[in-house]
């Protein structure tokens, strides 16, 4: 034997996933604790979380959830970057204890994966608290959903059951929960001025994505209802995914699915201030029954998406290279765009 | 949720408080003086942040420990099975839930290795009443305040807590053997600092024996504060607390090459030698992470690699080594804050590892060979 040669090389180990002047040599180890119960906190959770994951070249995404519903599993589903799941009863959560690497810990998790994976030993923690939807512009890398490929083709049937062309493009407009505070027969309104311009002078369709239990009254020509798709959550994902762009006239859970896939969006907002909101987005301010703006911001967005003249096809991002760092706390990402006609 | 605004009442970035949660998870002493450094330390980069200390009440110096952090704003101690669980921070909750929190510090995320990156290190603190009873026992026992002295310790298999560890524990020859050199070649006086149960040292003039005294982990502390510089002949937690006190740090023995934070500490570590009894180079070890700590212990023994222990003779030349690099410190060490780098809002993470102090025989100055 001689030395050095014959000595296996540790170097690559490095503590805690770093070596002198290059980040990292192993993975960086994130761990999310994905609480929310409802759809559009646990969809910035989740979103958050990813992004965090693609600050660095190597890095491990493990989450934690309680019982949640078959919506919030669909987001999970439509989210790849997710290394391991751990999944809890009820609304129970980990105990901080559990991250206590040394053999003497009061309180460790019952399961060996546990250590196996090095749960135990993560390089950041995110918290609810920590995941604050502000901070997602401030990533370089935006987080991407992508939609299992299996449930695409039964979608694709459904949307060609309810009448949508498949060779122009669409609009998908987001309805409000029923429970919502929202102005419904506003919206209604506004649903019909809608459709006046993108199906009458565009010759498109508006498709509806959201809570299936609102009463939108009756379809206005042009305006097609994808609230009862297959696959729940999936198939109205998939409906934003391959939309010109995503018009949200009250605020709802769907515009972070469109910023998910990379879709723009238009958000109606009450007065004219500045909104942190990542992606390709644009705010336009109005008041809920001023069709006038209502018209002209659409018009608007139209021209802003023109290079999109049929369903949109998947995002393809160019990413930068890896910043291998973030930093605590992330700072509020820049203001949205606002829309001017 | 709807979305809100970002102008009108929204609190602005630099005016925002940074809550910091750090899980001090340890049961053992030198990673938990190390987890309190490294917290307090992380605080002092924010312009305006409150530090949250998470602990259990397992061991008898936690609270102690806790109470030297300057910078700890509230803690959180728990008692046998307490915890406290991810969902308080959940702001959905309304069962008890929704403390806000900006940063969580698990024990990975506060790595010693990390400590010499930090551009300015915490000091703890250390009472009055404390320092006063150091000075008095100092006197009293005969030991000139106006000299120097430096503090020694190392590990016995007799610490009953955590049982021995065959690696580390060395018995009372050597140290005896080193307390006689410092005393009588080098000029200075000695404090022992450990656990009660060590070996008696004989009774000689310049030497302090503290591992008895009842003020435990905070009277060791006033005496490292004060301390020349800190000598640990074998690897054991009470060493941390030298950069908690800005005081040079020389390790002997060592299994790992990280500990010190200054450039004028200085680690000589364990002899590894391969299965064919031939020793591997210290640049070897170095460059290719044999002493991070966990190949050793998971790889490379099982394969036939064993440490030997450094020999008393090193061990005097590591003594004469610090004892020149600290001329500066003639008498009782003057504590001194050092300065704060400017704070901010934010900061970059994770911190990369470096080392600043140098490794016995590997050569270059630290500085310019960072840690791998």
Same mark, same amino acid.
């Given at each position: 034997?001689?030395?050095?040669?014959?000595?296996?090389?540790?170097?690559?180990?490095?503590?805690?996933?770093?070596?002198?002047? @290059?980040?990292?040599?192993? @993975?960086?180890?994130?761990?999310?604790?994905?609480?929310?119960?409802?759809?559009?906190?646990?969809?910035?959770?989740? =979103?958050?979380?990813?992004?965090?994951?693609?600050?660095?070249?190597?890095?491990?995404?493990?989450?934690?959830?309680?019982?949640?519903?078959?919506? =919030?599993?669909?987001?999970?589903?439509?989210?790849?970057?997710?290394?391991?799941?751990?999944?809890?009863?009820?609304?129970?959560?980990?105990?901080?204890?559990?991250?206590?690497?040394?053999?003497?810990?009061?309180?460790?998790?019952?399961?060996?994966? !546990?250590?196996?994976?090095?749960?135990?030993?993560?390089? $950041?923690?995110?918290?609810?608290?920590?995941?604050?939807?502000?901070?997602?512009?401030?990533? *370089?890398?935006?987080?991407?959903?992508?939609?299992?490929?299996?449930?695409?083709?039964?979608?694709?049937?459904?949307?060609?059951?309810?009448? #949508?062309?498949?060779?122009?493009?669409?609009?998908?407009?987001? $309805?409000?929960?029923?429970?919502?505070?929202?102005?419904?027969?506003?919206?209604?309104?506004?649903?019909?001025?809608?459709?006046?311009?993108?199906?009458?002078?565009?010759?498109?369709? =508006?498709?509806? $994505?959201?809570?299936? @239990?609102?009463?939108?009254?009756?379809?206005?020509?042009?305006? #097609?209802?994808?609230?009862? =798709?297959?696959?729940?959550?999936?198939?109205?994902?998939?409906?934003?995914?391959?939309?010109?762009?995503?018009?949200?006239?009250?605020?709802?859970? !769907? #515009?972070?699915?469109?910023?998910?896939?990379?879709?723009?969006?238009?958000?109606?907002?009450?007065?004219?201030?500045? $909104?942190?909101?990542?992606?390709? *987005?644009?705010?336009?301010?109005?008041?809920?029954?001023?069709? @006038?703006?209502?018209?002209?911001?659409?018009?608007?967005?139209?021209?802003?998406?023109?290079?999109?003249?049929? !369903?949109?096809?998947?995002?393809?991002?160019?990413?930068?290279?890896?910043?291998?760092?973030?930093?605590?706390?992330?700072?509020?990402?820049?203001?949205?765009?606002?829309?001017?006609? | 949720?709807?979305?809100?605004?970002?102008?009108?009442?929204?609190?602005?970035?630099?005016?925002?408080?940074?809550?910091?949660?750090?899980?001090?998870?340890?049961?053992?002493?030198?990673?938990?003086?190390?987890?309190?450094?490294?917290?307090?330390?992380?605080?002092?980069?924010?312009?305006?942040?409150?530090?949250?200390?998470?602990?259990?009440?397992?061991?008898?110096?936690?609270?102690?420990?806790?109470?030297?952090?300057?910078?700890?704003?509230?803690?959180?101690?728990?008692?046998?099975?307490?915890?406290?669980?991810?969902?308080?921070?959940?702001?959905?909750?309304?069962?008890?839930?929704?403390?806000?929190?900006?940063?969580?510090?698990?024990?990975?995320?506060?790595?010693?290795?990390?400590?010499?990156?930090?551009?300015?290190?915490?000091?703890?603190? &250390?009472?009055?009443? &404390?320092?006063?009873?150091?000075?008095?026992?100092?006197?009293?026992?005969?030991?000139?305040?106006?000299?120097?002295? /430096?503090?020694?310790?190392?590990?016995?298999?007799?610490?009953?807590?955590?049982?021995? +560890?065959?690696?580390?524990?060395?018995?009372?020859?050597?140290?005896?053997?080193?307390?006689?050199? &410092?005393?009588?070649?080098?000029?200075?006086?000695?404090?022992?600092?450990?656990?009660?149960?060590?070996?008696?040292?004989?009774?000689?003039?310049?030497?302090?024996?503290?591992?008895?005294?009842?003020?435990?982990?905070?009277?060791?502390?006033?005496?490292?504060?004060?301390?020349?510089?800190?000598?640990?002949?074998?690897?054991?937690?009470?060493?941390?607390?030298?950069? /908690?006190?800005?005081?040079?740090?020389?390790?002997?023995?060592?299994?790992? &090459?990280?500990?010190?934070?200054?450039?004028?500490?200085?680690?000589? +570590?364990?002899?590894?030698?391969?299965?064919?009894?031939?020793?591997?180079?210290?640049?070897? /070890?170095?460059?290719?992470?044999?002493?991070?700590?966990?190949?050793?212990?998971?790889?490379?023994?099982?394969?036939?690699?064993?440490?030997?222990?450094?020999?008393?003779?090193?061990?005097?030349?590591?003594?004469?080594?610090?004892?020149?690099?600290?001329?500066? /410190?003639?008498?009782?060490?003057?504590?001194?804050?050092?300065?704060?780098?400017?704070?901010?809002?934010?900061?970059?993470?994770?911190?990369?590892?470096?080392?600043?102090?140098?490794?016995?025989?590997?050569?270059?100055?630290?500085?310019?060979?960072?840690?791998?």
């Amino acid at each position: 034997m001689t030395y050095p040669d014959a000595i296996p090389d540790f170097s690559g180990l490095g503590p805690h996933g770093v070596r002198p002047g @290059e980040l990292p040599s192993r @993975e960086c180890r994130i761990f999310a604790h994905l609480l929310a119960q409802e759809f559009e906190p646990f969809l910035i959770q989740a =979103l958050y979380a990813a992004a965090v994951k693609l600050c660095f070249d190597h890095a491990k995404l493990f989450a934690y959830h309680g019982k949640i519903d078959t919506r =919030l599993a669909g987001v999970l589903s439509m989210l790849p970057d997710i290394t391991f799941t751990w999944r809890g009863q009820d609304r129970s959560t980990i105990p901080m204890d559990y991250f206590d690497p040394s053999s003497g810990a009061a309180l460790s998790a019952a399961s060996a994966q !546990w250590r196996d994976l090095g749960c135990e030993k993560p390089d $950041v923690m995110l918290l609810p608290s920590m995941m604050d939807w502000r901070h997602l512009g401030a990533f *370089g890398r935006a987080p991407r959903f992508v939609l299992p490929r299996d449930r695409v083709p039964a979608i694709n049937q459904a949307l060609r059951d309810l009448g #949508l062309a498949m060779t122009w493009w669409y609009c998908a407009l987001a $309805v409000p929960d029923h429970d919502t505070e929202a102005d419904l027969e506003a919206w209604r309104s506004a649903m019909r001025s809608g459709a006046e311009i993108i199906a009458d002078r565009h010759a498109a369709s =508006l498709v509806l $994505v959201g809570d299936p @239990e609102t009463d939108i009254g009756r379809l206005p020509a042009g305006v #097609l209802d994808a609230r009862n =798709l297959p696959d729940g959550v999936l198939g109205q994902s998939y409906v934003v995914s391959r939309a010109r762009f995503l018009l949200d006239l009250v605020s709802t859970p !769907w #515009l972070w699915v469109a910023y998910g896939f990379g879709v723009p969006w238009a958000m109606r907002v009450s007065a004219d201030v500045p $909104v942190k909101f990542p992606g390709q *987005g644009f705010v336009f301010p109005a008041d809920p029954a001023d069709s @006038e703006k209502l018209a002209a911001a659409i018009l608007a967005i139209i021209h802003e998406t023109r290079d999109c003249p049929q !369903w949109r096809a998947t995002v393809s991002d160019r990413h930068g290279p890896a910043p291998n760092q973030i930093f605590l706390p992330m700072s509020p990402g820049p203001d949205a765009r606002i829309l001017r006609a | 949720m709807t979305l809100k605004a970002s102008g009108g009442s929204e609190t602005s970035h630099e005016e925002r408080q940074v809550v910091i949660v750090a899980l001090m998870l340890a049961p053992t002493l030198g990673d938990f003086i190390e987890y309190n450094l490294f917290a307090a330390s992380f605080k002092r980069l924010y312009r305006n942040a409150r530090l949250i200390a998470y602990y259990r009440r397992d061991r008898p110096f936690k609270d102690a420990v806790v109470e030297m952090n300057p910078e700890v704003d509230e803690i959180w101690p728990q008692e046998g099975t307490e915890t406290v669980e991810a969902g308080l921070f959940d702001p959905s909750r309304g069962d008890g839930g929704g403390r806000h929190v900006d940063v969580v510090l698990t024990p990975s995320m506060m790595s010693r290795t990390t400590l010499p990156s930090l551009p300015s290190l915490a000091r703890f603190r &250390i009472a009055e009443d &404390i320092e006063e009873s150091f000075r008095a026992e100092f006197t009293s026992a005969g030991l000139d305040p106006e000299r120097w002295f /430096c503090v020694l310790h190392y590990r016995e298999p007799s610490y009953d807590t955590r049982g021995e +560890n065959a690696d580390r524990d060395i018995d009372a020859g050597d140290p005896i053997a080193m307390t006689r050199f &410092i005393i009588d070649t080098l000029g200075g006086q000695v404090v022992r600092i450990g656990h009660a149960e060590m070996t008696p040292f004989p009774e000689f003039p310049g030497f302090l024996d503290l591992s008895r005294h009842p003020g435990g982990i905070k009277i060791h502390a006033a005496a490292v504060r004060r301390a020349r510089f800190f000598l640990e002949l074998s690897p054991s937690g009470p060493a941390a607390l030298a950069p /908690c006190f800005g005081v040079p740090l020389a390790r002997c023995n060592a299994l790992i &090459i990280a500990g010190p934070t200054s450039p004028d500490s200085v680690v000589l +570590n364990q002899h590894l030698f391969g299965p064919d009894g031939i020793r591997v180079p210290i640049k070897t /070890c170095v460059e290719k992470n044999l002493l991070d700590g966990t190949v050793m212990h998971t790889i490379l023994r099982e394969r036939g690699y064993q440490f030997r222990r450094n020999t008393l003779s090193e061990m005097k030349r590591i003594a004469e080594e610090i004892t020149a690099s600290t001329r500066d /410190c003639p008498g009782w060490r003057e504590p001194a804050e050092p300065a704060r780098a400017s704070p901010s809002d934010q900061v970059p993470w994770p911190i990369v590892p470096s080392r600043a102090h140098r490794i016995w025989g590997y050569g270059a100055a630290a500085s310019a060979a960072r840690e791998p």
